[in-house]
């Protein structure tokens, strides 16, 4: 008779193995929430074990899960105030995370308070920062905006406080 079962699950064709639950007893049923992050390659191994400590698992077949996650991001720099120089390069950071991965970065940069936007880079790998070259202007509203985007297609977007733009003397 089967004393206990260990409940166990892979997103990797069951190279690793992560807990679900051990030690349950066979009622033939178990709730678990799902843990949020989308595979293609997900299994489920429960193993049963007998009194005397002999054990057999048995195997799901592979399924996939749904990542209904979007990322975060925030802006690190600029920050509230800064003034930056035109023609003048600078590195504009960010935090962006996900829970399973962010694949791209879209850094933009509006002179008119976020009425319109034009491109610092796109496509970034999330590295924490890009290099900028201010722009010859002047202006009192600099924003600069970050896009965190997923696999799953969301995407999430943070904008710096207010900075400002001189020229050179």
Known sequence: AV????????????????????????????????????????????????????SWSGFSGGFTTTDLSPPTVSVLWPGSGVTLVAGSTVDVTWRATDNVAVTRIDVEYSPNGGAGW??????????????????????????????????????ASATSPAARIVRAN
């Open 118 to 155: 034009g491109r610092i880079a796109e496509g970034l790998p999330n590295s924490g920062a890009c290099r900028w070259v201010v722009p010859n202007m002047e202006c009192e509203i600099l924003l600069v905006r970050v896009t965190a985007s997923d696999g799953a297609g969301y995407s």
């Open 3 to 54: 004393a206990r079962v260990d409940i166990h699950y892979s997103t990797d064709h069951g190279s690793n193995w992560l807990v679900v639950a051990t030690n349950e007893p066979n009622d033939r049923t178990f709730d678990w929430a799902v843990p949020d992050g989308g595979t293609n390659v997900c299994l489920v191994r429960v193993t049963a074990w007998d009194a005397a400590g002999n």
